[in-house]
T-cell receptor, first 113, second 117 residues
Framework: GQSLEQPSEVTAVEGAIVQINCTYQ??????LSWYQQHDGGAPTFLSY????GLEETGRFSSFLSRSDSYGYLLLQELQMKDSASYFC??????????????FGGGTRLMVKP | DVKVTQSSRYLVKRTGEKVFLECVQD?????MFWYRQDPGLGLRLIYF???????EKGDIPEGYSVSREKKERFSLILESASTNQTSMYLC????????????????FGPGTRLTVL
């Protein structure tokens, strides 16, 4: 089956850099996505990696190593508004009729002043 | 802007009641999903639908059923609610996959927090 591991909680200070790791086990791997969810809000898409390497979108970057079944989300110049839960998710090949995602348990990031 | 709406933000029901959770999306997406979210367990897929009247079981379908009679609407049904179904329920939608290299972004509704007493 599919499984993803990520830390349950990370704390960092404003202005710092934080890395949230994700390791996965899946069959038919198609890519690793990251979603952000603020308390009381809906998850929203942040980034996606299909191939090895780093993808940068502003202050956020995401990295993937397919050979290590590992990825991470890097948040730079942390701001208070980055306090949220972050989920990694794999698109797997269980069903070709739809794009099913399997989510990790989520990492709660707390940014302190 | 993609909009996914859910019929209720908060719902309180009694054990044994039949519960309907409704989800509507306005972007003509083929795929729709129902997840439940519990602390530390992330989002777990209950059911998804890739077309009208088509459905597939996710990871935790037991105790749930779904209905998709129109493309924009996907309903989750708890036939006989139980206390262990107290949870946050999230609906999502997406376009049909365009293959490897596509993020197949899912767009989520605000969630329904269901409490079963």
């Amino acid at each position: 089956g599919q499984s993803l591991e990520q830390p349950s909680e990370v704390t960092a200070v404003e202005g710092a850099i934080v890395q949230i790791n994700c390791t996965y086990q899946t069959s038919g791997f198609y890519g690793l996505s990251w979603y952000q969810q603020h308390d009381g809000g809906a998850p929203t898409f942040l980034s996606y990696n299909a191939l090895d390497g780093l993808e940068e979108t502003g202050r956020f970057s995401s990295f993937l190593s397919r050979s290590d079944s590992y990825g991470y989300l890097l948040l730079q110049e942390l701001q208070m508004k980055d306090s949220a839960s972050y989920f990694c998710a794999v698109r797997d090949g269980r069903n070709n009729a739809g794009n099913m995602l399997t989510f990790g348990g989520g990492t709660r990031l707390m940014v302190k002043p | 802007d993609v909009k996914v709406t859910q019929s209720s933000r908060y719902l309180v029901k009694r054990t044994g009641e039949k519960v309907f959770l409704e989800c509507v999306q306005d972007m003509d997406h083929e795929n729709m999903f129902w997840y439940r979210q519990d602390p530390g367990l992330g989002l777990r897929l209950i059911y998804f639908s890739y077309d009208v009247k088509m459905k597939e079981k996710g990871d935790i379908p037991e105790g749930y059923s779904v209905s998709r009679e129109k493309k924009e609407r996907f309903s989750l049904i708890l036939e006989s609610a139980s206390t262990n179904q107290t949870s946050m329920y999230l609906c999502a939608s997406s376009l049909v996959s365009s293959g490897f290299g596509s993020a197949d972004t899912q767009y989520f509704g605000p969630g329904t927090r269901l409490t079963v007493l």
